[in-house]
């Protein structure tokens, strides 16, 4: 090879060791999924929007749910990602002792979460809601409410899972700043995407 | 690479927990919207503000977004936002015909 073909130099747009958007790989490719992740929940947001402009008739979502519960609900999903954050910022400073106790209080508020939500499902299908009919008279109502919040119950499981495994490799040392940054973008996803179900299926 | 804030402690962890309050606030105060007598057209929009708010919030503060390349930037919300809102007009546009051949009359 001549020298006039050469590799383009290292920094220049598509030469090797370039870094498309200054970061690396890895967060880049999460910030792809977030993005993908993003518009499936949008999607699943706008088929709910359209059963509820389609739908003559809708219950009141106070009667059905118990707004104080869903409150603490969404407290206890804010304040883990407000503890994730920590746990982030920790691993960039190296104190490794602050990254520990603040992953660990990301997944008490994650198990948390998620414990809130087993007994909303269990206290719904307990009133007689199922995923094709309920008391309340509009069978789209809770097939929304199992698909919606199923989903994102699905997410924050596998973001619990996701930050044992980093909350393990922590604690034997062989957790990267990288890899702690990348599970709290994931966590506070799932956060984001709670902010919109809250609002559009609990509260309009 | 993009820098982030190398500081930790508790300034740090106090200025992310100012974060949560002003989210915590938001919450509080989109409930009361939902359950004011307000028409559905306003309620909706004041709602969706509020998200939209807090979602900026998340992304910017939490997820460290304002420490990242511009075009990563314009990329994350022209990819969630627009790209949300125009999933959002094709209903909007439809809903008449949507209203008219309601399954549920």
Known sequence: MSDSQAAPAAGSL???GSLPFDIGWQKLMMWIFIITDALLFAGLLVS????RVASPVWPDQSVAFDMNYITLMTFTLIASSWSMVCAVSASNAGNKK???TFLWL???GGVSFLGMQVYEWSHFIHEGARLTSNPWGVPQFSASFFVITGFHGMHVTTGVIILLIVAIRSAKGKATAMGIENAGLYWHFVDLVWVFVFALFYLV | MSEHPAESG???????AKILAVLATLTVTMIFIGESPLAQAPKVFLLLLGSGTKAMLIIFYFMHLRFEH???V???LVGIFVTSVLMFLVPAYDGGYILEHSLYK
């Open chain 2, 74 to 76: 314009l990329t994350v």
């Open chain 2, 10 to 16: 508790k300034k740090v962890y106090l200025q992310y």
């Open chain 2, 70 to 72: 511009k075009g990563l």
């Open chain 1, 106 to 108: 990301t997944i008490f």
């Open chain 1, 14 to 16: 598509f030469g090797e």
């Open chain 1, 48 to 51: 709910y929007g359209v059963v």
């Open chain 1, 98 to 100: 602050h990254v520990s």
